[in-house]
């Protein structure tokens, strides 16, 4: 029973578009959420998240948490080809334990 | 290090055979992570080390995989009698405390053959 979905799985886009990708969790003593990019193998660290509605936001990426609907949201506004990659939402699954990733959202920017 | 470091970068075995994979995290982080990632998966957790505490082992698939770390520096992942579903990209996170976010390596990417 996955704990962590991010949908949608894959998702095609113009530049210059913006995007919405969903993170939805089910843990046990909540206390953060990461959202990562992924572009070839490792990883990178975009955001983490512990306070219900406090936006976070780097250049074109912005991201919220909902601790009452256990969701999180990462729009990217105006994306360019550069944000092709796979992104990933993760959260530990029990207080301090190790994160639980999702499947990750597959975004691919076309000129 | 400035980052963490994985190597090898790619490893083509045989069936059967054991192979070593190795992770060198950022100096002074506590915290290292062993996941791996099948083609088009996301990230499943292995192992999991903190400072001199017992490792948390809950993410092994089976007894052929095991691993070790001294300290707080270097940790090896081995898996033994390798099997074709044991192919994958093995990434290596560390981080300075267990509630900090997670810096990767760049993974090892074995092919069981």
């Known amino acids: 029973e996955d704990k962590v979905v991010q949908s949608p799985l894959s998702l095609v886009v113009h530049e210059g578009d913006t995007v919405t990708l969903n993170c939805s969790y089910e843990v046990t003593n909540f206390r953060s959420l990461l959202w990562y990019k992924q572009e070839k193998k490792a990883p990178t660290f975009l955001f983490m998240l512990t306070s219900s509605g406090i936006e976070k936001k780097s250049g074109r990426l912005s991201s919220i948490l909902d601790k009452k609907e256990l969701f999180s949201i990462l729009n990217i506004t105006a994306t360019q080809t550069g944000d092709s990659a796979v992104y990933l939402c993760?959260?530990?699954?029990?207080?301090?334990?190790?994160?639980?990733f999702g499947k990750g959202t597959r975004l691919s920017v076309i000129a | 290090g400035a980052g963490v470091s994985q190597s090898p970068s790619n490893k083509v075995t045989e069936k059967g055979k054991d192979v070593e994979l190795r992770c060198d995290p950022i100096s002074g982080h506590t915290a290292l992570y062993w996941y791996r990632q099948r083609l088009g998966q996301g990230l499943e957790f292995l192992i999991y080390f903190q400072g001199n505490s017992a490792p948390d082992k809950s993410g092994l698939p089976s007894d052929r995989f095991s691993a070790e770390r001294t300290g707080e520096s270097v940790s090896t992942l081995t898996i033994q009698r390798t099997q074709q579903e044991d192919s994958a990209v093995y990434l290596c996170?560390?981080?300075?405390?267990?509630?900090?976010?997670?810096?990767f390596g760049s993974g090892t990417r074995l092919t069981v053959v």
């Open positions: 993760a959260v530990p699954y029990s207080g301090n334990t190790p994160l639980v």
């Open positions: 996170a560390s981080s300075l405390h267990r509630l900090d976010g997670y810096t």
